[in-house]
C-alpha cells in the first residue's frame, strides 16, 4: 500500500509569484485535504476535496485554490504569494469524508516566500 | 468557537518513566478527538482516536488516551517512555462543519532522556 506523497519536498518563490503543490492520496482514499504549518504551529486547514468537489473551506483567502483529479491526486495553487505563505504544507487523505475518519499525511512540502 | 488547547510546550520525562501529554478541547456537540505525531522534516503520524465508547483508547506504538467529557480533556498517556518517542505531538478535533476539517493543537515537544 502507497502512502500518500506530495512534490516537491521544498520550494522557493519570490514574493507575487504563483506556486503549485502536488499530493497523491493513499490508494484507495477519495478526500483529500490541505493543511498550513507555519513555523512553530499546528496545521491549519485550507480546504478538503472529496471526489473531485470542494467539500469545505477554512479561513484562507481565494488566491488559496485546489483541484481533485479523477486519480483522486490533488494540486494546490497559491496566487500572488506573499512573504507570510511560507509554511509547510501539507495534505492529507482519508478514506471517506467524514470527522470520525483519520486522515494520512504526507511529508509535506517546505514553501519559502522571499 | 472549536478549539483545542496544548498548555505544554514542552514536557520532559526520563526513560522508563510514565508520560502524559494534556489536550483539552472546546466544540459544541460530540467531539471527534485525535492524537498526531510528528518527526523532524516529517508529516504527521497518526496515534489514535477517540469516536464513542470506551473513554480508554490505545493506539500505536504503546500510546493510549483517556476522554473525559466532564473535564473536556483527552491526554495522551504512556506507561513507559521510550528516547524514540522523542517528537512533536498534535491533539486535534474533527468537526462537521467547514468540511470536516482537524481543528489542531498547538503541539507539544515530548523529550526523553535517558
Known amino acids: 500500500e502507497t502512502g500518500v506523497t506530495q512534490s516537491p519536498t521544498h520550494l522557493i518563490k519570490t514574493r507575487g509569484q504563483q506556486v503549485t503543490l502536488r499530493c497523491s492520496s493513499q490508494?484507495?482514499?477519495?478526500?483529500v485535504s490541505w493543511y498550513q504549518q507555519a513555523l512553530g504551529q499546528g496545521p491549519q486547514f485550507i480546504f478538503q476535496?472529496?471526489?473531485?468537489?470542494?467539500?469545505g473551506r477554512g479561513n484562507f483567502p481565494p488566491r488559496f485554490s485546489g483541484l481533485q483529479f479523477p486519480n483522486y491526486s490533488s494540486e494546490l495553487n497559491v496566487n500572488a504569494l506573499e512573504l507570510d505563505d511560507s509554511a509547510l504544507y501539507l495534505c492529507?487523505?482519508?478514506?471517506?469524508?467524514?470527522?470520525?475518519?483519520?486522515?494520512?499525511f504526507g511529508p509535506g512540502t517546505r514553501l519559502t516566500v522571499l | 468557537a472549536q478549539s483545542v488547547a496544548q498548555p505544554e510546550d514542552q514536557v520532559n520525562v526520563a526513560e522508563g518513566n510514565p508520560l502524559t501529554v494534556k489536550c483539552t478541547y472546546s466544540?459544541?456537540?460530540?467531539?471527534?478527538l485525535f492524537w498526531y505525531v510528528q518527526y523532524p522534516n516529517r508529516g504527521l503520524q497518526f496515534l489514535l482516536k477517540?469516536?464513542?465508547?470506551?473513554?480508554l483508547v490505545k493506539g500505536s506504538y504503546g500510546f493510549e488516551a483517556e476522554f473525559n467529557k466532564s473535564q473536556t480533556s483527552f491526554h495522551l498517556k504512556k506507561p513507559s517512555a521510550l528516547v524514540s518517542d522523542s517528537a512533536l505531538y498534535f491533539c486535534?478535533?474533527?468537526?462537521?462543519?467547514?468540511?470536516?476539517?482537524?481543528?489542531f493543537g498547538a503541539g507539544t515537544i515530548l523529550r526523553v532522556k535517558s
Open positions: 476535496y472529496y471526489r473531485e468537489e470542494e467539500n
Open positions: 477517540y469516536i464513542t465508547g470506551d473513554n
Open positions: 492529507a487523505s482519508s478514506l471517506v469524508a467524514g470527522s470520525n475518519n483519520e486522515q494520512f
Open positions: 486535534a478535533v474533527g468537526l462537521m462543519e467547514y468540511g470536516n476539517k482537524l481543528v
Open positions: 466544540v459544541s456537540g460530540n467531539p471527534y
Open positions: 490508494s484507495g482514499h477519495n478526500t
